[in-house]
C-alpha cells in the first residue's frame, strides 16, 4: 500500500497546499470536479505537508493498493 494525500469537497480552494507541497503534487481541478483542487497521485509523496496548512482539513490521507504491473 502507498500512502498519498487527497483534497475533499470540503476545500475552500484557498491555495495553502500549493504553496507548500514540495513536490508540485496538488493543481486546480477541472471544470465540474467536486473540489477546487486536485493531489497527483503520482506525484505524491505523502509528506502531509498539505494536511498541516489546510485551515479547513480538506486534505486527507489515503492509502493506494499496489497493483503489479501487467505484462503482455
Known sequence: ???VFA?????AGCGACIKTCPEKAIRPAPRGY???LIVLEDSCTG???C???CPVAACVEVFL???PEEKG
Open 1 to 3: 500500500m502507498r500512502r
Open 7 to 11: 483534497v475533499t469537497d470540503l476545500c
Open 34 to 36: 467536486p473540489s477546487p
Open 47 to 49: 509528506c502531509a505537508e
Open 51 to 53: 494536511a498541516e496548512v
Open 65 to 67: 493498493a499496489d497493483f
